[in-house]
């Protein structure tokens, strides 16, 4: 099974600044199968990116997935409000597939 | 409108069974892979099931497998997941998401509570 790890556990930022969210595998997958989910609470995941740097419909643009192999990161250029949530990364390479354990992103 | 539904949640007893339904509208479900994803309370995602798009291909994670299945039919465009001799680690909202490889569109999920 494919282990991902994602760091930090939690960032504290304040709207306007950047965040940089990591995932990293624990074999190299390809960046086919690697997404990213956005979850706030009593709500579904939504997917953010796939193919490690794709935007899903209607993403904006202050959304970037980048990396390759076993490392793959997310920034979100300028944090609005309501960005604020939990951020999963997702591997569909090999089965079982899995979902890192989340990144928090909160208000400083 | 893509929507999918789930339903069939509830308070059950350890050893128990539910039937998970998620019922979907607005795109050509026969098409599609579906998938069932839960989440522990206060926890993070965890992929559980998913199925080709004519039902001939199943995967589960290891937890689950000799006690769940997951199934379709596609004249109703509708997606169950069979749970039993259900475990208190299985309680969990659970997720149909449509997709193989990524899940652009998700239901609202459904509570399972394993409790005695």
């Known amino acids: 099974e494919i282990v991902l790890t994602q760091s930090p556990g939690t960032l504290s930022l304040s709207p306007g600044e950047r965040a940089t969210l990591s995932c990293r595998a624990s074999?190299?997958?390809?960046?086919?199968?690697l997404a990213w989910y956005q979850q706030k609470p009593g709500q579904p995941p939504r997917l953010l990116i796939y193919?490690?740097?794709t935007r899903a419909t209607g993403i904006p643009d202050r959304f970037t997935g980048s990396g390759s192999g076993a490392d793959f990161t997310l920034t979100i250029t300028r944090l609005e409000p309501e960005d604020f949530a939990v951020y999963y990364c997702?591997?569909?390479?090999?089965?079982?597939?899995?979902f890192g354990p989340g990144i928090k992103v909160d208000f400083k | 409108e893509v929507q999918l539904v789930d339903s069939g949640g509830g308070l059950v007893q350890p050893g128990g069974s539910l039937r998970l339904s998620c019922a979907a509208s607005?795109?050509?479900?026969?098409?599609?892979?579906m998938t069932w994803v839960r989440q522990a309370p206060g926890n993070g995602l965890e992929w559980v099931a998913n199925?080709?798009?004519?039902?001939?291909?199943?995967y589960y994670v290891e937890a689950v497998k000799g006690r769940f299945t997951i199934s379709r039919d596609n004249a109703k465009n509708s997606l169950s997941l069979e749970m039993n001799s259900l475990r208190a680690e299985d309680t969990a909202v659970y997720y149909c998401?449509?997709?193989?490889?990524?899940?652009?569109?998700w239901g609202q999920g459904t509570q399972v509570t394993v409790s005695s």
């Open positions: 997702h591997q569909s390479g090999r089965s079982p597939f899995t």
């Open positions: 998401a449509s997709g193989k490889y990524r899940y652009p569109y």
């Open positions: 193919g490690a740097s």
């Open positions: 074999q190299s997958i390809s960046s086919t199968y």
């Open positions: 607005g795109f050509i479900f026969s098409s599609y892979w």
């Open positions: 199925i080709k798009e004519d039902g001939s291909e199943k």
